[in-house]
């Protein structure tokens, strides 16, 4: 993956950047006025999603449920072009878009929603939460645009798609590969969390999966004809614990044993380990995989045994900042009454959200392909404000940090006293944040940076995350 040509904007695109400051406000204070005006369609659809969890890539219901919400002729203002079962089986796009003067590509902003859930325990990571806001967020900016004065058009194309089996498998990568994100230029999601974040450094992840096969014998008759897989197991596990003390602070490896035998009267002949493996970059997990690879592989030559090693069909890259929509998103954040936990603490790993987001998420894979924040919203405070207390109804399901498992929790925490105030604000901070995300100058700041970048020949030995680095570094210098 690289970054993206920059598109070819023109008048017509960057008109609603050219907005004097009190028009561009009117956009956002109606954007707003959207959220207000669809709040209860947007709670019903959070907790119908909510209702019926479904595991990853068997989000039915929930792929049912947000076509039929875009496909309703109750949303006000034109119709979207729905395509269900898009690329993956439980998948969905839903288009709308200003028209753009012949010749010129639209701005093509796109919304997230997930929808699936955790085994047992439902949607206790709030899934049903990042699809109402996506969703909100999305007719929020259609709202703003059709709003838009014929004096000032804008060619913007609004994309929301449905990415299936956030939580195991990988759909947004499955949606890469099948080129969804082939056409978009910037893209926003929001997750639940503890803190009001503009991003999460989130890490690079790999999953592995280790099969020893050794021969059974009968434990107690003829041990010595054994081969025993468990000691293989036992051994590789101790071997990644004596490895610990060489590993990075930063560095994460967690693991079960998944089979371990029979019965403890036959050698095992087959056990299976499963890990993750986690790093601040796909540099260091690299590094990281070597060492865990061959800490299984001194295993089975130890005892005996083979071993089968077989990594995960999907990696997971680590996040790249973009500093602009940060920054963007937290000015609208403020003025909507949004407080930010400091960068010091999210970099430093001071933060509920750092030490428990390290996230396995094909959201951090897209940003090395599609201009990307990386956000996470508060909806239930440890501390909870005098005005209205913290009423999140059940106190379970949608909030990381919250007791898990609760039967009574709807499928929207953006009802009530507290919880509705932050979803709608979280809402109107993505659509304000688009709203405010392009400068007047922006193509040919990107276009200068893009041919600076090509003239470095020294690109053409770094690694994806090096290359990548430079070139948004360049765009955020010019």
Same mark, same amino acid.
């Given at each position: 993956? !690289?970054?993206?040509?920059?598109?070819?904007? &023109?008048?017509?695109?960057?008109?609603?950047?050219?907005?004097?400051?009190?028009?561009?406000?009117?956009?956002?204070?109606?954007?707003? =006025?959207?959220?207000?005006?669809?709040?209860?369609?947007?709670?019903?659809?959070?907790?119908?999603?909510?209702?019926?969890?479904?595991?990853?890539?068997? =989000?039915? +219901?929930?792929?049912?449920?947000?076509?039929?919400?875009?496909?309703?002729?109750?949303?006000?203002?034109?119709?979207?072009?729905?395509?269900?079962?898009?690329?993956?089986?439980?998948?969905?796009?839903?288009?709308?878009?200003?028209?753009?003067?012949?010749?010129?590509?639209? !701005?093509?902003?796109?919304?997230?929603?997930?929808?699936?859930?955790?085994?047992?325990?439902?949607?206790?990571?709030?899934?049903?939460?990042?699809?109402?806001?996506?969703?909100?967020?999305?007719?929020?900016?259609?709202?703003?645009?059709?709003?838009?004065? +014929?004096?000032?058009?804008?060619?913007?194309?609004?994309?929301?798609?449905?990415?299936?089996?956030?939580?195991? &498998?990988?759909?947004?990568?499955?949606?890469?590969?099948?080129?969804?994100?082939?056409?978009?230029?910037?893209?926003?999601?929001?997750?639940?969390? +503890?803190?009001?974040?503009?991003?999460?450094?989130?890490?690079?992840?790999?999953?592995?999966? $280790?099969?020893?096969?050794?021969?059974?014998?009968?434990?107690?008759?003829?041990?010595?004809?054994?081969?025993?897989?468990?000691?293989?197991?036992?051994?590789?596990?101790?071997?990644?614990?004596?490895? #610990?003390?060489?590993?990075?602070?930063?560095?994460?490896?967690?693991?079960?044993?998944?089979?371990?035998? $029979?019965?403890?009267?036959?050698?095992?002949?087959?056990? =299976?380990?499963?890990?993750?493996?986690?790093?601040?970059? @796909?540099?260091?997990?690299?590094?990281? /995989? =070597?060492? @865990?690879?061959?800490?299984?592989?001194?295993?089975?030559?130890? /005892?005996?045994?083979? $071993?089968?090693?077989?990594?995960?069909?999907?990696?997971?890259?680590?996040?790249?900042?973009?500093?602009?929509?940060?920054?963007?998103?937290?000015?609208?954040?403020?003025?909507?009454?949004?407080?930010?936990?400091?960068?010091?603490?999210?970099?430093?790993?001071?933060?509920?959200?750092?030490?428990?987001?390290?996230?396995? /998420?094909?959201?951090?894979?897209?940003?090395?392909?599609?201009?990307?924040?990386?956000? @996470?919203?508060?909806?239930?405070?440890?501390?909870?404000?005098?005005?209205?207390?913290?009423?999140?109804?059940?106190?379970?399901?949608?909030?990381?940090?919250? +007791?898990?498992?609760?039967?009574?929790?709807?499928?929207?925490?953006?009802?009530?006293?507290?919880?509705?105030?932050?979803?709608? #604000?979280?809402?109107? #901070?993505?659509?304000?944040?688009?709203?405010?995300?392009?400068?007047?100058?922006?193509?040919?700041?990107?276009?200068?940076?893009?041919?600076?970048?090509?003239?470095?020949?020294?690109?053409?030995?770094?690694?994806?995350?090096?290359?990548?680095?430079?070139?948004?570094?360049?765009?955020?210098?010019?």
């Amino acid at each position: 993956m !690289r970054p993206q040509e920059p598109a070819q904007g &023109g008048p017509a695109a960057m008109a609603a950047a050219a907005l004097p400051p009190l028009a561009l406000e009117k956009l956002k204070q109606r954007a707003c =006025e959207s959220v207000e005006l669809n709040a209860a369609r947007l709670g019903a659809l959070s907790h119908d999603i909510w209702s019926r969890p479904e595991l990853a890539y068997e =989000e039915h +219901q929930a792929h049912d449920a947000m076509t039929r919400f875009f496909s309703s002729g109750e949303l006000p203002g034109a119709a979207w072009a729905v395509q269900p079962r898009y690329k993956l089986g439980t998948a969905f796009r839903a288009e709308w878009g200003t028209a753009a003067p012949q010749g010129l590509r639209p !701005r093509r902003v796109a919304f997230l929603c997930e929808y699936d859930a955790l085994p047992g325990i439902g949607h206790a990571c709030g899934h049903n939460l990042i699809a109402e806001v996506g969703a909100a967020a999305a007719l929020g900016l259609k709202a703003a645009l059709e709003s838009l004065p +014929q004096s000032h058009p804008a060619a913007v194309q609004v994309t929301v798609l449905g990415t299936p089996a956030e939580e195991e &498998g990988g759909g947004k990568i499955d949606l890469i590969k099948a080129g969804a994100f082939d056409d978009l230029d910037v893209v926003f999601m929001a997750h639940p969390s +503890q803190e009001n974040a503009a991003y999460l450094p989130d890490v690079a992840e790999h999953d592995v999966t $280790v099969k020893y096969y050794g021969k059974a014998s009968h434990a107690a008759a003829y041990p010595w004809e054994g081969v025993n897989a468990l000691d293989a197991a036992v051994l590789a596990y101790n071997n990644l614990s004596v490895l #610990r003390q060489q590993m990075k602070p930063t560095w994460r490896v967690h693991g079960i044993i998944k089979n371990g035998g $029979v019965k403890p009267n036959i050698i095992p002949s087959y056990t =299976e380990l499963e890990f993750y493996l986690r790093a601040p970059s @796909v540099k260091d997990l690299s590094v990281l /995989t =070597e060492k @865990v690879e061959n800490c299984f592989k001194a295993a089975a030559l130890a /005892t005996g045994c083979k $071993v089968e090693i077989k990594g995960g069909e999907q990696d997971y890259y680590n996040v790249l900042p973009n500093k602009s929509l940060e920054n963007v998103y937290k000015e609208n954040g403020k003025k909507l009454g949004i407080e930010f936990i400091s960068d010091d603490c999210v970099l430093n790993g001071l933060s509920e959200m750092k030490r428990s987001g390290m996230l396995m /998420t094909g959201y951090k894979t897209i940003c090395w392909k599609v201009k990307i924040p990386q956000t @996470v919203y508060v909806l239930c405070s440890p501390k909870p404000p005098a005005v209205g207390g913290c009423k999140c109804p059940g106190q379970a399901a949608a909030t990381l940090g919250s +007791q898990l498992g609760g039967r009574e929790a709807p499928g929207s925490l953006l009802r009530g006293p507290r919880g509705g105030e932050l979803g709608r #604000r979280m809402k109107k #901070r993505l659509e304000t944040t688009v709203l405010d995300s392009w400068p007047k100058d922006l193509d040919k700041r990107i276009t200068k940076a893009w041919k600076l970048f090509l003239r470095f020949s020294c690109f053409l030995h770094m690694g994806i995350s090096q290359a990548a680095g430079l070139f948004f570094t360049l765009c955020e210098e010019i």
